[in-house]
C-alpha cells in the first residue's frame, strides 16, 4: 500500500469558507468534513477533481498554481498546450495566431501535449496485446481517473495500463530535442504545462509509477487564455497572420482530448468511453460488483465531455468541442491531400520514446484501510458496522460528515462522535440524558459558534 504523501492542487482559504457544506455533498471520494464552521480536507481521500472547486458559493476552494514569471527562470522556455486550449477561441483567431503570441509573452517554443497520441495508442495496444489476461485494462490518460482507482477502487490498480501519458511522452520529446540541437543542459530548459484541471498539476508535482515529472511548472489555462486573449484584442485586426513554423497535430491527436477520444483509437473489441467522475464511479462499482463483464478497456475522464469541461477552461465545454471538432475537420481534409503532420517529426525519436514510455507500479493507496494490522481492522468493520445500524441513514449532512457510513467510519477512527448525529442528539435530549446546552456546544464544533450564536441572537 503506497503511502507516500500525494501534492494537492486544491487548498481552502479558511478566512473566506463559510462552512456552506456544498463541497462536502459533492465531493464523489468523501475527502471533506464541515469542523468549526470550516470545510476541512482529508487529504488522503482527495484526488483533485476540482468538483468542490466548482460548486462553492464564495470561492474559498482554490487552485496552487506556478507563477507564470517562474518561465523566465529558464533560457529556453516550452509552453506545452492541449488541444482544448485552441478549442477556447473564437473560430477566427487561428492556431499559428496563437502560437505567435505564445512566444510575443516569453516562451521560446510551442508544443501541443497530444503530439505524442501516436505513439502512446501503439504502446496502449501493444500492452493489451502483451496481457491479454487482464480485463479491462483501464487507460490512464485522465490523472484524476487514476487517483480515484488508487484510493476508492484499489482492487483496479492492477488494470491500469502504466503508461505516460501523452503530455509526459511529449514533454520527453521535446526536452531530447531541443538539448540535442542547442547543446544545452537539463536545467537550461524549462518546460510547462498549461492545463485544464486541478488534477493535472497534482500529477506533475507527484506523479505516479515515477519519482520526478519531466515538466517543470503548470500554468492555469484560465489566467493564461487571457493574457493571450487580451494580447490578440489589443493588436486588433491589423495583425498580420504568419504561417505555423511547425505542422499540426493529425486529426486524430487533437480529438484524443475529448471523450471518445481514446477509445476510437483502441484495438479493444469491448470498450466504453463513460465521462464525469460519478458517471465513472457507478460503472466501476459495477464492474468491481462484476455486474459487467467481457470489458477490454476503458476510456475514463473524471470531466464532463472530458478536458473541455475541465475546471480551469474558460469557455463553455460543448462550444469547446464544437471547435476541436472543426478543427480536426479541416486537419483531415489536409491530409486527405498527403499533408504531413507532427506526428511524423516525432519518428526521429521513436526507439528513445517507447523505450522510456512505461512507469512504476501504480499501487493503491485505499481509502478504506482502518489499520495495517488484519485482525484490529476487522474489529474496526465491526463497529463501524455497529454505529451504522444506530445511525438514521438520512444523510442530512448536519453532522459535518457527508453521509452517515461516513460519520460511522469517522467515530471508528476517533475524528466524531456519536453524538454529532442531530437525531441521536433528539432522542437523548428527550430521556433526559443531554440537555439543550450541551447539544449546542456540540454543534458549535461543528458548525462554529458564530453561526450558532447569530441564529440565536435572531431568535
Known amino acids: 500500500m503506497d503511502k507516500t504523501p500525494f501534492f494537492h492542487a486544491l487548498s481552502i482559504d479558511e478566512d473566506t469558507c463559510i462552512g456552506c457544506s456544498h463541497c462536502m455533498k459533492t465531493c464523489p471520494t468523501e475527502a471533506l468534513r464541515v469542523?468549526?464552521?470550516?470545510?476541512v480536507l482529508i487529504p488522503d481521500r482527495c484526488i483533485d477533481c476540482g468538483n468542490c472547486f466548482k460548486v462553492c458559493p464564495v470561492h474559498a476552494i482554490y487552485i496552487k498554481q506556478d507563477d507564470f514569471e517562474d518561465i523566465?527562470?529558464?533560457?529556453?522556455?516550452?509552453?506545452?498546450?492541449?488541444?482544448?486550449?485552441m478549442g477556447q477561441f473564437p473560430n477566427d483567431i487561428s492556431v499559428s495566431r496563437i502560437y505567435t503570441i505564445l512566444k510575443e509573452i516569453g516562451f521560446t517554443h510551442v508544443i501541443e501535449a497530444e503530439s505524442a497520441v501516436p505513439f502512446y495508442t501503439m504502446a496502449k495496444n501493444k500492452y493489451a496485446d502483451e496481457n491479454p489476461d487482464i480485463k479491462p485494462l483501464i487507460s490512464t490518460f485522465c490523472p484524476a481517473i487514476?487517483?480515484?482507482?488508487?484510493?476508492?477502487?484499489?482492487?483496479?490498480?492492477?488494470?491500469?495500463?502504466?503508461l505516460r501519458p501523452p503530455l509526459e511522452i511529449t514533454a520527453m520529446y521535446i526536452h531530447r530535442k531541443l538539448k540535442k540541437e542547442l547543446e544545452l543542459k537539463d536545467d537550461q530548459i524549462g518546460i510547462f504545462y498549461?492545463?485544464?484541471?486541478?488534477?493535472?498539476?497534482?500529477?506533475?508535482?507527484?506523479p505516479v509509477g515515477e519519482e520526478l515529472s519531466i515538466v517543470d511548472g503548470v500554468i492555469n489555462m484560465d489566467s493564461l487564455y487571457n493574457r493571450v486573449y487580451h494580447e490578440i484584442k489589443k493588436q486588433g485586426k491589423g495583425y498580420k497572420e504568419q504561417k505555423?513554423?511547425?505542422?499540426?497535430?493529425?486529426?486524430?491527436?487533437?480529438?484524443?482530448?475529448?471523450?471518445?477520444?481514446?477509445?476510437?483509437l483502441s484495438s479493444a473489441h469491448h470498450s466504453y468511453s463513460i465521462d464525469e467522475i460519478h458517471n465513472v464511479i457507478e460503472f466501476l462499482e459495477k464492474i468491481e460488483n462484476e455486474e459487467i463483464e467481457d470489458v477490454d478497456f476503458l476510456e475514463l475522464r473524471a470531466c464532463d465531455q472530458s478536458c473541455p469541461?475541465?475546471?480551469?477552461?474558460?469557455?463553455?465545454?460543448f462550444l469547446i468541442c464544437e471547435r476541436v471538432f472543426n478543427r480536426a475537420r479541416k486537419i483531415a481534409d489536409r491530409e486527405r491531400k498527403g499533408e504531413q503532420t507532427k506526428d511524423h517529426e516525432l519518428e526521429e525519436e521513436r526507439n528513445y520514446l517507447m523505450r522510456n514510455i512505461k512507469v512504476g507500479d501504480i499501487n493503491p493507496r485505499s481509502m478504506l484501510v482502518l489499520d495495517d494490522n488484519i485482525a484490529v481492522a476487522l474489529e474496526k468493520m465491526k463497529k463501524i458496522d455497529g454505529y451504522r445500524a444506530r445511525l438514521p441513514q438520512t444523510d442530512c449532512g448536519i453532522c459535518g460528515a457527508p453521509t452517515c457510513d461516513a460519520l460511522a467510519r469517522d467515530i471508528v477512527c476517533d475524528n466524531a462522535e456519536m453524538t454529532d448525529c442531530i437525531f441521536i442528539q433528539r432522542n437523548l435530549e428527550a430521556r433526559g440524558n443531554m440537555d439543550v446546552h450541551e447539544s449546542?456546544?456540540?454543534m458549535e464544533m461543528i458548525w462554529g459558534?458564530?453561526?450558532?450564536?447569530?441564529?440565536?441572537?435572531?431568535k
Request: hydrophobic share 40%; net charge positive.
Open 35 to 39: 469542523r468549526d464552521g470550516k470545510a
Open 72 to 85: 523566465f527562470k529558464f533560457p529556453v522556455r516550452v509552453a506545452v498546450i492541449p488541444s482544448v486550449f
Open 146 to 162: 487514476v487517483r480515484l482507482i488508487q484510493v476508492k477502487f484499489p482492487g483496479l490498480t492492477e488494470n491500469l495500463i502504466p
Open 194 to 206: 498549461i492545463t485544464p484541471c486541478a488534477a493535472e498539476i497534482a500529477a506533475v508535482k507527484s
Open 244 to 264: 505555423l513554423p511547425v505542422s499540426q497535430l493529425s486529426a486524430d491527436s487533437v480529438l484524443s482530448s475529448l471523450t471518445n477520444g481514446e477509445r476510437r
Open 309 to 317: 469541461g475541465g475546471i480551469l477552461t474558460c469557455d463553455n465545454r
Open 440 to 442: 449546542l456546544k456540540i
Open 449 to 458: 459558534s458564530e453561526k450558532i450564536n447569530d441564529y440565536v441572537k435572531k
